[in-house]
């Protein structure tokens, strides 16, 4: 998009259609919403059940991929929407698919077993990225948090070795940190002390308070939930069979972090993405910035979006968080249209095609675009 027209944009008008549309979704909102999540739930204990189920006679990757997309699940079309508060006003039944319950206290391993706290990921990501996509401040600008590898001397052959070697591990090395450290320094600015030095040693060693949070808040707990507990469960069918899913576990680990890698990274990476010096200055603006800064994928149904984890509809998810994602799914083309009626960009693509531009980004191939420096 050119700077001339990233300027002509009728941002107020642009503010006015957008709040219209929400007016209309939440209007929309019911019951069925909240049975759409019910049943993209169930779809992802099935996977669950069954990749433990088959895991147990001989360590597969089939029995991998569906313990894992059964964890994608349950990140990304359970905690993320509930946890955006996308069902409290539809007040359900069961108070435990609310903002306030879900993943609180004891219920953590219950509604949410993951590397990162529930509290760490709403404040990083509820908070810090969605309202400062695409700035510096974002902790997920992909552009920003790899300028260490794009400025380096590396080969660039190597440079997208590590990234794909990041893409298996990246839950464990850079997002469970990441929220811990957030949460960390949100919580010392609530106290009004003064923000702890977190270097990255510093972050994970047992020596210092923020380390020893990381370890005894994150890391063990789940690490004794997934490749501890769990496989013992399976110790009366005897040691074999419990070594099989901690080998089937650990691969759907690594296949869980490479799944979520490739549909969230390129959200908001590629060079035909947009990134912002400061912060924006009116509600037209920040509209149209989630719309420059978010990409989508394929969409329209069900069956495609559950294996996206809902995901493909960042543009819509940045404009409005708090709504059920079956909404999304009608919102998609009016957002479309909206679009294409303001002469506003739509980027959407498959999702091997923004891996690509993503990565590209990440080891220094590209950059990101900037309003002030595209004319």
Partial sequence: MSLKSYQSVDRAQLAKDI???????????????????????????????????????????????????GSFTRWTQVAHP?????????????????????AKGWRRFLDWPDWMTPAGWHHEHDHLHHYSLGEITDP?????????????????????????????????????????????????RHQQQTAPVMTRLGAWSLFTPQGRGLWLDSILPYMTYRFAVLPALFLPLGTVAATNVLLTSVMAE??????????MIPNHAGDDVMMFDEKSNSKGEFYLRQILGSVNYPTGSNFNDFFYGWLNYQIEHHLWPDLP???????????????????????????????????????????????????
């Fill in 325 to 375: 994602l079956s909404q999304y799914q009608k919102l998609q083309p009016q957002v479309q249209a909206l679009c294409h009626k303001h002469n506003i960009p739509y980027c959407q693509q498959s999702v091997f095609k923004r891996l690509l531009k993503a990565v590209d980004i990440m080891v220094g191939k590209t950059s990101m675009l900037k309003p002030l420096a595209h004319g």
């Fill in 254 to 263: 690594i296949f869980t972090n490479m799944h979520s890698f490739l549909v």
């Fill in 140 to 188: 997920n600008n992909a552009q920003h948090n790899m300028e260490w590898l794009r400025q380096s001397t590396l080969p660039m052959w190597l440079r997208y070795l590590i990234v794909a070697v990041f893409s298996g591990i990246w839950k464990l090395s850079y997002y469970t940190p990441r929220t811990h450290k957030e949460l960390c320094l949100e919580a010392a």
């Fill in 19 to 69: 709040s219209e549309l929400h007016r209309q979704a939440l209007a929309d909102m019911g019951p069925e919403d909240f049975r759409h999540l019910k049943r993209m739930e169930r779809w992802g204990k099935l996977c669950t059940l069954v990749g433990y189920g088959t895991g147990w006679i001989v360590p597969n990757p089939l029995s991998a991929l569906l313990i894992s997309q």
């Fill in 82 to 102: 509930v946890v955006h508060r996308g069902y409290d006003k539809l007040k359900p039944d069961d108070k435990n698919y609310t903002s306030k319950v879900f």
